[in-house]
């Protein structure tokens, strides 16, 4: 008995020693997003993906769930519904399921009624797909801003260009870049005001009052502001004929006198004052989603089935008084199904929501798609005018075809001129190509290049994008900020970050200049480069040779928990075995 009770200690010993303490998360490679296919998916019922929405007022439903919706909510699941554990990490770290709520403690409180209010909304809590495996809140992202490091930007296109020996980039020369602040007295910026760039030597006349008059010159540039008061000239796309001398006129939003001068790409930024003009925010959000839909995007367009119900009242609760439409382009390629679906603007959340999730991935077969067509759709969506905060997210891990690649700018120029904001969000399979095309689309519209990363837990590893840092955080966050600014005409810091990547670099701590961040208040920065702000202390030095530097990083990833957990499994099989010993002698 003593001897047979020794060696149950000894295999205790080596199962604790196979399963936890040598298992190291960065070694095993991560599940796919899509391993989750087995699982039974929700389906919704009376969405026709052939037909476009109607065209009917806002509902009282607009943000209420589902009845299928609102019991997975209610339902149990896993607290990492994301992520597939082996039995054995199960042992070592089992996470405690979630415990199934009651309505009351998951509903939001209404916000207090304003006026006037578009409709009559209920603010959701973060949601969960029906089979209770998708949660809302789950991947994380990071965010470039090209325009904000615009040095940093150049450096990157010309690196990619010199090293695109087979000619697939399109020719994207953005030449010199000068960006037009419109405010009024205060300093506030101004919407909806119309800027038109003329060049230089076209016709001028004098006239008592109103500086210059530009004749019938053709217009290099004829674009509105957005909430943020500006507009972007990019002399390369806008005045490819070249010249540093141009004419600017801006027409107030309100029928105002406008205001003409001469500027010069040597003097920038260019900033026109509206006298006595009042601030006017957007009333009204047009919201689309183009998403690719072939077979590897399964996972991203699962987890964006949920994460529309928080972004949306993420974005009501905020701006109460913003009137929501949604609208979706879902694409795939030549000898799919479908190549395009396009669903027209909707105003209520619950038709979007049903249409949504009816889609599914398939398709695809080789790496590039059909982005180029189903941006030449989202130019055709009947986007509101003045007052409009008009917003795209792209979705997507592949490039167009090189072939389209330039129709692809066209269609995004179409946009720009529009005064439409795209937000690409890279996925798992994006490489160089796919990068260059896509921070292209979101530097042209004033947006930012997201990009999911690896901080979730979830899904094959993500390319870094080639930066030399940026911050992550939740990806429904990300979203719902990159919103908040266009609505708000201020640029807002992450609240919540989850870490600072330095590619090639080990991130070091500045607590100096940790920003302070009161939530739901937009913070205004500075056009230049932002500290950002790291979250933990590298103990590196000037004399600190780079090989503690490193030493340190692999102990700071090391899995203690593992090893504490093995020495002591260890240490109670020897002491078994040693009072095992003692008994029998």
């Not at 990619?160 to 960006?179: K, T, W």
């Not at 439409?325 to 879902?330: E, K, S, V, Y």
């Not at 008009?390 to 995004?412: E, Y």
Request: charged share 20%; hydrophobic share 40%.
């Amino acid at each position: 008995m003593p001897r047979s009770r020794s060696m149950i200690a000894v295999v205790v010993t080596l199962f604790t020693l196979a399963g936890c303490g040598g298992t190291d998360p960065a070694s095993s490679p991560p599940a796919k997003y899509g391993n989750f296919s087995s699982a039974p998916q929700a389906t919704m019922s009376g969405a026709d993906p052939s037909t476009r929405y109607s065209d009917r007022g806002p509902s009282d439903d607009s943000f209420a769930l589902p009845a299928s919706g609102a019991a997975s909510a209610m339902g149990s699941g896993p607290a990492d519904a994301a992520r597939k554990s082996s039995p054995t990490e199960v042992a070592c770290s089992s996470p405690p399921p979630l415990k199934p709520r009651a309505a009351t403690e998951i509903a939001r409180p209404a916000s207090p009624p304003r006026e006037p209010i578009p409709a009559q909304h209920t603010p959701l809590p973060p949601s969960f797909s029906a089979s209770g495996q998708f949660r809302s809140g789950t991947l994380t992202a990071g965010s470039l801003d090209d325009h904000a490091k615009y040095d940093e930007f150049s450096a990157y296109l010309s690196k990619a260009m010199q090293h695109d020996r087979r000619e697939e980039l399109p020719r994207f020369s953005v030449g010199r870049r000068a960006v037009v602040r419109v405010v009024n007295d205060q300093g506030q910026p101004m919407g909806d005001a119309q800027v038109v760039i003329r060049a230089a030597d076209g016709r001028a006349l004098a006239a008592a009052g109103q500086g210059i008059v530009v004749g019938d010159s053709a217009a290099l540039l004829n674009m509105k502001t957005g909430a943020d008061g500006k507009v972007v000239f990019l002399s390369g796309l806008d005045a490819p004929a070249g010249g540093s001398e141009f004419v600017l006129t801006v027409f107030p939003s309100d029928a105002g006198e406008p205001i003409t001068q001469r500027v010069s790409l040597d003097q920038t930024p260019w900033q026109v004052t509206l006298p006595q003009a009042a601030q006017q925010l957007p009333r009204q959000l047009d919201l689309a989603l183009v998403i690719d839909t072939t077979g590897s995007m399964g996972d991203e367009l699962n987890y964006l089935k949920v994460e529309i119900d928080h972004i949306a009242a993420e974005v009501h609760e905020r701006f109460p008084n913003v009137d929501q439409r949604f609208g979706l382009i879902l694409y795939r390629d030549q000898g799919d199904e479908y190549i395009t679906r396009s669903y027209d603007f909707t105003p209520s959340l619950t038709d979007f929501r049903r249409t949504l999730a009816a889609q599914s991935a398939n398709g695809g077969g080789d790496y590039p798609e059909a982005m180029h067509m189903a941006l030449e759709q989202t130019t055709q969506l009947s986007w509101r005018g003045a007052g409009t905060a008009r917003v795209v997210f792209l979705v997507a891990d592949a490039p167009p075809h090189g072939q389209f690649a330039q129709r692809t700018l066209d269609a995004v120029q179409k946009l720009r001129r529009a005064g439409v904001t795209v937000f690409p969000v890279a996925s798992s399979g994006v490489k160089d190509q796919a990068e260059f095309i896509m921070r292209a689309v979101g530097f042209l519209t004033q947006g930012q290049y997201l990009f999911l990363t690896d901080h979730s837990g979830v899904g094959n590893p993500h390319a870094k994008p080639q930066a030399p840092s940026y911050s992550v955080e939740k990806l429904d966050q990300l979203m719902i900020r990159m919103i908040a600014e266009k609505l708000s005409g201020h640029v807002s810091l992450p609240q919540e970050v989850i870490a600072v990547e330095e590619p090639g670099a080990t991130p070091q701590v500045d607590t100096t200049s940790e920003p302070t961040v009161v939530p739901n208040q937009p913070v205004t920065v500075p056009e230049s480069p932002s500290t950002i702000v790291p979250m933990f202390v590298a103990p590196t030095s000037a004399s600190q040779p780079s090989v503690f530097v490193e030493i340190f990083a692999v102990l700071r990833e090391f899995n203690w928990w593992g090893l504490a957990q093995t020495l002591l499994f260890v240490g109670a099989a020897v002491l078994l075995i040693v009072v095992e010993r003692v008994r029998g002698i």
